[in-house]
């Protein structure tokens, strides 16, 4: 008897721990949709919404559009854009804003085999105007990817990666950011994935989005022109 108790307190404790570590979560949210015209060239639209903790206290929301070029097999060319708002973190989309952005970026990823893995680097320059003027911020994300599951018409369902990605500035402090990602990935066909991570942020908090840990939740879709040959890339790591 005594140990039944003891076993019910412990599991007890544990799943409070357990709950209260799961709400100090902040969370991403991503929908991606993206149109492949040809074998080269692809368009997409997203939009992101982001809370500091477990879906409360919605601080930011961005939609961005834009077009990317398969120069070669392993060279993906990009031009995008989009809108950035970002919110006091004391409660949900609260006043005043902390920053109100537009944002134009090219961008070069890079593709590699390793053994059973897929190794990207994605290079990004961004201009962006800002609440406190225009700044330039240069991106470098390091990505390794494996594929795995029975494959099924062409692709292997699952992809698990994990990246970490530098933000430098063009004025002080010129290191602004760090941010790791591991994240679990699941494509139900050609057309739909969805992905479930974990996401860790080392900021200045210059003027841009608050916190340090998140869980992603984000779901894709995917279309192709008829008669085109759709090129899977399930190697690439989801935009952020």
Not at 41 to 49: H, M, R
Not at 106 to 133: A, H, V
Not at 143 to 162: L, R
Not at 169 to 191: C, H
Request: hydrophobic fraction near 35%; proline fraction near 2%; charge should be positive.
């Amino acid at each position: 008897m005594k140990r039944k108790v003891f076993s019910l307190l412990l599991i007890i404790i544990l799943s409070k721990h357990i709950y209260s570590q799961i709400t100090k979560l902040g969370s991403w949210n991503v929908l991606n949709i993206k149109y492949n015209h040809s074998s080269s060239f692809n368009f997409f639209i997203e939009s992101q919404v982001r809370s500091v903790l477990w879906y409360n206290y919605f601080h930011y929301y961005e939609y961005k559009a834009g077009v990317n070029y398969s120069a070669q097999k392993n060279v993906k060319l990009t031009l995008a854009g989009g809108n950035y708002q970002t919110y006091k973190d004391s409660g949900n989309f609260q006043h005043p804003k902390n920053n109100d952005e537009i944002r134009l970026w090219p961008q070069l990823t890079l593709y590699q085999d390793l053994f059973i893995m897929k190794i990207e680097q994605r290079y990004r320059y961004e201009m962006r105007w800002t609440l406190k003027g225009y700044r330039n911020r240069f991106r470098y994300r390091l990505g390794i990817s494996y594929n795995f599951g029975k494959e099924n018409k062409g692709f292997k369902p699952w992809q698990f990666h994990i990246s970490n990605e530098l933000f430098f500035g063009n004025i002080e402090p010129y290191f602004e950011r760090n941010r790791l990602q591991l994240a679990l990935q699941y494509k139900f066909n050609k057309n739909v994935a969805c992905q479930l991570g974990y996401l860790y942020q080392f900021d200045y908090k210059i003027f841009d989005e608050t916190g340090k840990d998140f869980m992603i939740a984000g779901i894709y879709f995917e279309f192709s022109r008829k008669n085109i040959e759709q090129l899977l890339r399930d190697v690439e790591i989801k935009d952020n």
